[in-house]
């Protein structure tokens, strides 16, 4: 069966500190992934996907994430993190099978010090 | 401009009552799910539509009850509510593939007294 793991419930990094959230899955297929940030009170916003092509993908606020097939990993990387980062971060797998559902990992939050 | 809709935002019952949560996208998207969310944050697929078709039921209590009178509109019917019941609802739609992403509304938070 499709799952999602993301080892790390809690991260705490400093404002402009580098940050690396990890995600692991398990797929039998080619798999499509996601990554997306939930603020507080908020829904789901895509912060990037890989499907195929290039393995480093570039997504929004400047975020970029890694598919390594190797490692069945798509780390989800920021080389300097923002106050306004802090929030939920879900990794997610896309199905090929009918109906196209995701499957989350159980998420990262994360906390920015000042 | 909102892209996905949900009303209402907050929803506060008591067991054993009826309630509906309403879902409007305005992508042009032929596909529309259900997500819910509980306390722990996790997420997980109730239902999903393709032009008003189900296409996923994920052992969801018969008591709830999804309802799509066209393809930009996802209903979720809840019927006999229960403590359990209790987490955010999310509303999302996408494109029918599945390298699209799929757009969230901002959830529905039900508490169950």
Not at chain 2, 50 to 78: C, G, M, Q, Y
Request: with cysteine.
């Amino acid at each position: 069966a499709q799952s999602v793991t993301q080892p790390d419930i809690h991260i705490t990094v400093s404002e402009g500190a580098s940050l690396e959230l990890r995600c692991n899955y398990s797929y039998g297929a080619t798999p499509y992934l996601f990554w997306y940030v939930q603020s507080p009170g908020q829904g789901l916003q895509l912060l990037l996907k890989y499907f195929s092509g290039d393995t480093l993908v570039q997504g929004i606020k400047g975020f970029e994430a890694e598919f390594k097939r190797s490692q069945s990993s798509f780390n989800l990387r920021k080389p300097s993190v923002h106050w306004s980062d802090a929030a939920e971060y879900f990794c997610a797998v896309g199905h090929t099978g009918g109906g196209n559902k995701l499957t989350f990992g159980t998420g990262t939050q994360l906390k920015v010090e000042l | 401009d909102t892209a996905v809709s949900q009303t209402p935002k907050y929803l506060v019952t008591q067991m054993g009552n009826d309630k509906s949560i309403k879902c409007e996208q305005n992508l042009g998207h032929d596909t529309m799910y259900w997500y819910k969310q509980d306390s722990k944050k996790f997420l997980k697929i109730m239902f999903s539509y393709n032009n008003k078709e189900l296409i996923i039921n994920e052992t969801v209590p018969n008591r709830f009850s999804p309802k799509s009178p066209d393809k930009a509109h996802l209903n979720l019917h809840i019927n006999s509510l229960e403590l359990g019941d209790s987490a955010v609802y999310f509303c999302a739609s996408s494109q029918g593939s599945p390298n699209q992403p799929q757009h969230f509304g901002d959830g529905t938070r039900l508490s169950i007294l």
